[in-house]
T-cell receptor
Framework: GAGVSQTPSNKVTEKGKYVELRCDPI?????LYWYRQSLGQGPEFLIY????????DSGLPNDRFFAVRPEGSVSTLKIQRTERGDSAVYLC???????????????????FGPGTRLTVL | AQSVAQPEDQVNVAEGNPLTVKCTYS??????LFWYVQYPNRGLQFLLK??????LVKGSYGFEAEFNKSQTSFHLKKPSALVSDSALYFC?????????????FGTGTRLQVTL
């Protein structure tokens, strides 16, 4: 079946511009995650959705970053007033249920998309 | 706070030799542990995970990992390396308590397998 897809694969923008990055998760996966990977580093958590709601946005670096998942499937990461330090690869991942009120956190592995390489000039 | 340490930036192995990529972790409770591999210009691919039970976990492509609670380690191993195993490997941890679902990754270890 199809994996996680992300568009665009590359985005070059100028400092101060607004960008949107899109993620299409694996069908049936209710949990969706955004990570950011800088050169030479491991992925760093940004935000996690369970269904339509952001269950944990503690990784968003500041209020220029925002993400939505209005129908519980596709998600868009939005960055306002981009800065050169925002340049990185933005990774999206999805998984089956991440947490249950009955059984607690699940151990379902996350499946990653190929990423969007954002370059802010 | 949870954290992962991968002490080696790069591991060099000759094809056919066994390989080990090291990982240690820190969490407040019991962990879920994962290994992912990243090939150039491709996304992270899941290799294996430790949830509970046997400390030796087997995964994709002949890889396995050994969970050691007393040493808080989860080293990745393979009995016989292939040139095609050359890639960037990431260890990740998730706390199984509370509601946190995020993965915390190490900085990665580059595996170079040569003929």
């Amino acid at each position: 079946g199809a994996g996680v897809s992300q568009t665009p694969s590359n985005k070059v923008t100028e400092k101060g511009k607004y960008v949107e990055l899109r993620c299409d998760p694996i069908s049936g996966h209710t949990a969706l995650y955004w990570y950011r990977q800088s050169l030479g580093q491991g992925p760093e958590f940004l935000i996690y959705f369970q269904g339509t709601g952001a269950a944990d946005d503690s990784g968003l670096p500041n209020d220029r970053f925002f993400a939505v998942r209005p129908e519980g499937s596709v998600s868009t990461l939005k960055i306002q007033r981009t800065e050169r330090g925002d340049s990185a690869v933005y990774l999206c991942a999805s998984s089956l249920r991440a947490f249950s009120s009955l059984s607690g956190p699940s151990y379902n592995e996350q499946f990653f998309g190929p990423g969007t390489r954002l370059t802010v000039l | 706070a949870q954290s992962v340490a991968q002490p080696e930036d790069q591991v060099n192995v000759a094809e056919g030799n066994p390989l080990t990529v090291k990982c240690t972790y820190s969490v407040s409770g019991n962990p879920y542990l994962f290994w992912y591999v990243q090939y150039p210009n491709r996304g992270l691919q899941f290799l294996l995970k430790y949830i509970t039970g046997d400390n030796l976990v087997k995964g994709s492509y002949g890889f396995e990992a050994e969970f050691n609670k007393s040493q808080t380690s989860f080293h990745l191993k393979k009995p016989s390396a292939l040139v095609s195993d050359s890639a960037l490997y990431f260890c990740a941890v998730r706390d199984r308590t509370g509601t946190a679902s995020k993965l915390t990754f190490g900085t990665g270890t580059r595996l170079q397998v040569t003929l």
